[in-house]
């Protein structure tokens, strides 16, 4: 009697098993539980185990265009041969500041820094080199990356992660593509290793029209940190940019973040902290740039960052410019008396349709009035 039944308690037992496997999977999608943070979480609470890395994009042995090249999308001279922009001049007779650091520049308390920015979990080390990206929805998860990512895909999220590059980029996200998301990561690069004569040019760069989101980022080294005309920019930290002569012999001009007009979306840069280190006779621009180089800036909202260094603090689009949205920043005296070497502001269209000044003030609390582009 009991050898009859038996493969039918087997058969139950093997159905059990099978069922507490799926259950066990299935527990992992969706919100964070009390034993693990999943990979997708943009916040992990205290105790929390770190999430299995993510699968390896395949690798492809296709070289990513770099200098000299001008990629799909790069509206921008050859790195080999470019000229350094001209940027908006000083008053006459102006001189920058020689820099200084005052008691007001430490009034710093809610803005992103170290602390709060840059990967929360533990990583495993990838040596990958140029990686060029092929695989729409790739997720990248947990990796300590030696190299450089090339995105030709879709949907692609790179998250709790570090990122050391000798490339032109730290990542670089194609035209064509779109939904990029790059959180909770660190970018910085070698200085001296790079190839624009040693140095790097962009941590994050967006070559297409469409926007993507980088938010919760440790940023370092590269001379325009944050290169795009479209995006959301949220909650980063951008510090000891590393200034270089390029390849055409001339210092390099350094923004955090930088937009060379022509854009086709909108461009959203909020609570983030935007160092720019690099003396005034060393390539620094600004803070922001916002440079009407391939066309008329638009649409851009530039809301509660902290802001320090550069020529001018922000340059704010210029003649033509329309839908500039700047408020409620703060320009700290970190390096110089009036935030930038020349001063906080400049390039400011008080007449661009939309354009709004408001509520933006010194460290020290002063009120920050637009200079108007000449």
């Not at 058969?11 to 997708?40: D, F, M, N, Q």
Request: proline content about 7%; some cysteine; charged content about 15%.
């Amino acid at each position: 009697m009991f050898s009859r039944r038996l493969p039918f308690v087997v058969a139950g037992v093997v159905l059990a098993v099978l069922l507490s496997v799926v259950l066990a999977s299935r527990s992992h999608e969706g919100a964070p539980t009390s034993s693990g943070c999943p990979v997708t979480a943009l916040t992990c609470a205290p105790g929390q185990a770190d999430p299995p890395d993510s699968t390896a994009p395949a690798p492809t042995t296709e070289p990513p265009a770099l200098g000299g090249t001008n990629a799909p999308g790069l509206h921008r001279d050859p790195p080999t041969t470019a000229k350094a922009t001209e940027r908006p001049k000083a008053a006459p007779g102006a001189k920058p500041s020689t820099g200084t650091t005052t008691a007001a520049a430490a009034v710093t308390s809610g803005f992103p820094d170290a602390s709060t920015t840059g990967p929360r979990l533990s990583m495993k080390p990838h040596q990958t080199g140029a990686l060029t990206v092929k695989t729409d929805g790739t997720v990248i998860s947990r990796w300590d990356i030696t190299g450089s990512l090339d995105i030709y895909a879709n949907n692609v999220t790179v998250i709790d992660s570090r990122i050391t590059s000798d490339n032109w980029w730290g990542i670089n996200l194609r035209s064509g593509f779109s939904g990029l998301r790059v959180l909770h990561t660190a970018i910085t690069a070698v200085p001296g290793k790079g190839p624009d004569n040693g140095g790097v040019d962009y941590g994050v760069s967006n070559m297409g029209t469409s926007s993507i989101e980088v938010g919760w980022c440790d940023i370092s080294v590269f001379g325009n940190s944050l290169s795009m005309g479209q995006g959301n920019l949220h909650d980063n930290f951008v510090h000891d940019i590393t200034p270089f002569r390029n390849q055409g012999g001339e210092w390099q001009h350094t923004d955090p973040v930088i937009s060379d007009g022509g854009n086709t979306g909108e461009l959203i840069i909020r609570h983030n902290t935007l160092l720019n280190n690099t003396p005034v006779d060393q390539g620094a621009s600004g803070s922001i740039g916002l440079f009407a180089d391939t066309g008329a800036v638009k649409n851009v909202t530039v809301d509660g960052n902290l802001l320090a260094g550069g020529a001018y603090a922000l340059y704010a689009g210029g003649k033509g410019s329309s839908g500039i949205k700047v408020s409620n920043n703060v320009f700290s005296t970190k390096f110089h008396p009036n935030s930038g070497g020349y001063g906080a502001v400049t390039a400011w269209d008080p007449a661009g349709a939309g354009n709004e000044w408001s509520n933006n003030r010194m460290s020290d609390g002063r009120i920050v009035t637009p200079q108007a582009d000449r």
